[in-house]
C-alpha cells in the first residue's frame, strides 16, 4: 500500500510542480495579511462582509503552489496582483456559517458569523476575492475587495502582548513546517500547567498515528496558554455560562456534544505574534464532545476518557478536510446531496468515484461491499462500505471502521492516510 501512496504523490507532484512557475518573493513580503470577514443570512440567502484587515509579522504558510488548492472546501479565497491580473494566492476553508443554513433555524432566522482566514502579505496592491458554495458546489455567496498594502488602516497586531506559549515540537522554521498552534479554553491563571500537559497529551495522540507519525519533521506544535476567567466551559443546556478565552459552548445546533466556538476574531487576536497555520482548541471539561471545521480549527475537551481519539479525529476534518464517516438516519443528509460527489476525499456518492479512492480498490471488489467481521481487516481492507456522511444509504466510506468513524479505531483507513500524507506533502514540499 506504502507504494501505491508514493506513487500516487509522485504523479501529483511532479503535475502541480509542471504548472509551477511562481516565485514567493516575486509578490509578497514576509508577512501575513488576516482578513476577518462576516458570513450572514439565512437558508435563502447568503451574503459576505469584510470586517477588519491586520498585519501580523512572518508568514508561516506555504511557499510553494501558491495558486493551487489543498482541497475544493466549502468556500474558497483568491488573490491576484491588480495590475496583471495573475493569480497569486489560493485557499479553502468551510465555515460553520454554513452547516447552521443547513439547519432549520436557517429557514426562520438571520445570522452573522465571524470568520478569519491568513494570507501572504501583498507587496503591491490586490484583489481579493471570497466565495462560498452551497451544498451543490455551486456559488451561493461572493465578495470582491482590493488590498492596498500600505493602507495605515490595516491594524497592526503581534508585536507586543504576545500570549505566553511553549514549543513542544519545533522541527523548523515557520516557512519550513506546519506550524500547529494548541489553545487553552478554559484554563484559568492558576491551571496553565495543567494545560501545558494535556497539549503534551494531544500532540502525542497525534504524532501516534499515520501519517503524522513518520512525517513528524514537518510540523512545529506550540502550546499556547490563553488564559479563562473562569475554570471550564459553558454548557447551555445545563444553565451553565462561563467567560473563557473563546467563549466556546455546548449545543451548538442544539446538538449536546457539538462544541464549538463563535468568537473567532478573539481566537486569533490571543495568536497574534506566534507563527500558526492550523489551530487546536483544548476545552478544560470532561463532558464529552468537540467539533472540527476544514481550515478554520478545532475543538475538543481534554479530560473526557476518549480525548486522545476524538482530538485526532477532529485534526481529520480541520487540517485534512475529512468527512464524517459514521451515519445515524436513513434519510438523505442536507449536507450531502446524492446527485454530487462531496469534495471530502474519503467519502461518495459514487457520482465520480474515479476522482476517490477507486485506484485503491482490489481487482472484483463488489459495490457495495459487504462489510467485514475479521478484526484485522476491518481498518484495512479498502472497498465500497454504505453508510457515511451521517446518512445509512446512498453515501459510501473507504473501510468497515476508521479512526473518521468510531473512537475506538487505532488509526485512520488507508484512503484517509493517503489524503493527509498528501496534503502535508502539499504544505511543505
Known sequence: MRKNIWAALLISACTQIGAYAQNFDDFFINKTLRVDYLFNGNAQKQEISLDELVSLPGWAG???????LPLEGNGQITMKDKASGKVI??????????????????????????NTFLLPY???PATVTIELKNVYHQACASLTHEINPDDILIHQRGTTHITPHRYLLQNGTPEKCI?????????TEDEMETFYKDAQTACEAIFAHEPFKHLKERFNVVAVATPSHDSGVSIPRKGEWKNTAVSSHFDTFYSDRYLTTRSVKAMHNWLAGIPYEHII??????????????????????????????????????????????????????QYPYSVEPWEPNITTLVDFESKWKDMLPAQTPVPTP?????????????VYEGGGYTLKGIYRPT???RMKINEAPRFCPVCERSLEKTIHFYTD
Not at 506555504?62 to 493551487?68: C, G, M, Q, S, Y
Not at 454554513?98 to 452573522?112: C, D, I, L
Request: charged share 20%.
Open 281 to 334: 482548541i483544548l476545552a478544560n471539561t470532561d463532558t464529552y464532545g468537540g467539533g472540527g471545521i476544514y481550515n478554520s480549527y478545532l475543538l475538543t475537551t481534554a479530560h473526557h476518557p476518549m480525548f486522545k481519539p476524538v482530538v485526532v479525529h477532529e485534526l481529520g476534518h480541520s487540517f485534512g478536510g475529512l468527512g464524517d464517516e459514521y451515519a445515524y438516519d436513513t434519510a438523505p443528509s442536507p
Open 122 to 124: 501583498p507587496k503591491q
Open 371 to 383: 462489510a467485514e467481521t475479521d478484526p484485522n481487516t476491518i481498518y484495512t481492507k479498502v472497498g
Open 62 to 68: 506555504r511557499r510553494n503552489f501558491l495558486d493551487k
Open 400 to 402: 468497515t471502521e476508521c
Open 89 to 114: 494566492y489560493r485557499t479553502s476553508f468551510s465555515s460553520l456559517f454554513q452547516e447552521w443554513v443547513s439547519e432549520e433555524e436557517a429557514s426562520r432566522v438571520t445570522r452573522g458569523f465571524e
Open 179 to 187: 506550524d500547529l498552534a494548541i489553545m487553552a479554553e478554559g484554563y
